[in-house]
């Protein structure tokens, strides 16, 4: 059954009963009281209609009227007001006194629609009746107000029996419908609110279809919730996660700037990102001449990756030692693995990741600008098993690119100061170089060095030779002072050399120094 065809079912029954109870109680009561009532104001209007006109009709003593009218009014308590006209048009005398030779104002109705009384508060009546003055016969008017306080009062009197029986009636119908509500919805409500309490996803049947409905949508409702909440969970830890790298990632960029050469920036970005909870073992490695340098690294206890290793990609077995990292290089692209405590690879990446119990590697290729060739790769093992979040990826792949071209910005650097600071032929410092250590105070002494005649040798065997013997005669310079180190040596245009002396040097060191070229 259907709550609504029950609720409507009872309601309907209910109302039913009521409704007949009531009306007959209404009409028993509205008889009684009113026929008793319009019985005895019917009476006191014909006496007092008899009395005024024996007043009228007798010795002319008008003035007892008033005292006529005050008794009938005191008699009866039904009648608020009752009056008299003469004319039918002013209100000679009334028991208001008041109202007294005032017009009429009120609209009044025949005293026999008194039986027809409706349920306004004061309803108006008039009574005509004739008198003899002598042969003459005159007609006045007696106008009347019902008091419907008192009328009701006594109605509501009359009918309380009746309202005692519809009460105590009305007490054993709501026991049987308590009766009925307490197990047909109550208790069901009861075992719904009880399932709402423990979150449990066990349906139930009852005899209304309704809560049958309802008990299988709420089991049905906290298993969604439970999937959504595990899911809302999962996104709120991965949001802390994520929030976690965005500011590891952050502090990564400030080194960008504040670092002052690649190995630093290097050093300082891997560091960095170790210190994550959920990274480990973290390297950076640039290629140049057909090698890999290890130029930042984390602590790697077991040895196999240090700064400063060198990884040649034409030997095959360092190809595989570190092969994801070079793959990520080879393809420009991403390498991302996971279950690394499944893999039983020899290699020495994988040796790692079963040392630190890292369950996840990422190799990220470093380029100087998205879509050019790499010249570095970024690798990073993970704590979690499963891999990288899409997102982290995403992250660690911009941060990859911002690394690569802060790298590539270093790299570019140095290549232009070691191009204006040392000399093309014999890669000695040149004299840009030499004023720049000129700026230092604590210099002792300054000695120019040239070649006789060198001019003679470009002339007769050409200037690759002349640049040949300029190499070779600063390689000859500088393996001398190395029994002078506090010398420093430059080559300056053409044929010229410079000897910079600290301060520190003695002069018979200098001395000394000169003496090395009679040997």
Not at 262 to 280: A, D, M, P
Not at 369 to 392: A, C, N, Q
């Amino acid at each position: 059954m259907k709550i609504h065809q029950l609720i409507i079912g009872s309601v309907i029954v209910f109302l039913s009963i009521v409704g007949v109870l009531s009306g007959l109680f209404y009409t028993y009561e509205r008889e009684a009281v009113l026929g008793y009532m319009t019985s005895g104001i019917e009476q006191s209007v014909f006496r007092l209609e008899e009395d005024t006109k024996g007043i009228l009709e007798g010795n002319g003593e008008a003035y007892r009227l008033q005292a006529v009218l005050d008794r009938a009014s005191a008699i009866d308590p039904a009648i608020h007001e009752i009056s008299i006209s003469l004319d039918g048009t002013t209100i000679n005398y009334s028991s208001q006194r008041s109202q007294a030779n005032k017009p009429m104002s009120k609209k009044y109705v025949p005293l026999i629609e008194i039986r027809k009384m409706t349920d306004k508060k004061i309803e108006y009546y008039e009574s005509e009746f004739g008198y003899f003055d002598g042969e003459v016969e005159h007609h006045a008017k007696l106008f009347l107000d019902v008091d419907y306080d008192y009328v009701y009062g006594q109605l509501e009197r009359l009918g309380l029996m009746f309202g005692v029986g519809l009460f105590f009636f009305m007490i054993l119908m709501t026991l049987f419908v308590l009766i009925a509500v307490k197990r047909l919805i109550l208790y069901p409500l009861k075992r719904i609110a009880v399932m709402v309490k423990n979150k449990d996803q066990e349906k139930d049947h009852y005899f209304i279809d309704e809560f049958s409905g309802l008990s299988e949508t709420i089991a049905d409702t906290f298993h969604t919730m439970g999937a959504q909440q595990k899911r809302l969970q999962e996104l709120l830890n991965e949001s802390r996660y994520l929030d976690r790298i965005l500011r590891t990632v952050a502090d990564v960029n400030g080194y960008l700037i504040s670092s002052q050469n690649v190995n630093e920036l290097s050093q300082k970005c891997c560091e960095r990102l170790s210190v994550h909870t959920q990274y480990g073992i973290c390297w950076i490695g640039i290629i140049e001449n057909n090698e890999m340098m290890v130029v930042g690294c984390t602590d790697e206890p077991s040895g196999l990756l240090y700064t400063g290793l060198k990884i040649h990609l034409n030997n095959s077995e360092e190809l595989f030692a570190y092969a994801p990292s070079i793959q990520a290089y080879e393809e420009n692209s991403v390498v991302a693995m996971s279950h690394l405590e499944k893999n039983e690879s020899l290699a020495a990446w994988s040796f790692i990741a079963h040392e630190e119990n890292d369950g996840s590697f990422i190799g990220l290729p470093l380029r100087a600008r998205k879509g050019e060739k790499p010249f570095g790769v970024l690798s990073l093992y993970g704590s979690m098993s499963d891999g990288f979040l899409p997102k982290e990826a995403q992250m660690l792949e911009e941060l990859a690119g911002d690394i690569g071209f802060a790298i590539h910005a270093y790299i570019q650097r140095d290549q232009l100061t070691h191009h204006l600071q040392v000399d093309v032929v014999t890669g000695l410092a040149n004299r840009m170089s030499l004023i720049d250590a000129l700026a230092d105070q604590n210099i002792r002494g300054l000695a120019i060095l040239n070649i006789d005649r060198f001019s003679d040798i470009n002339d007769v065997y050409g200037v690759a030779i002349g640049d040949e013997v300029l190499a070779g005669y600063g390689h000859w310079l500088a393996k001398k002072l190395g029994k002078a180190p506090n010398v420093r040596l430059y080559k300056l245009g053409s044929d010229e050399y410079a000897l910079l002396f600290d301060e520190n040097e003695e002069a018979e060191n200098s001395i000394a120094f000169f003496g090395v070229f009679d040997r």
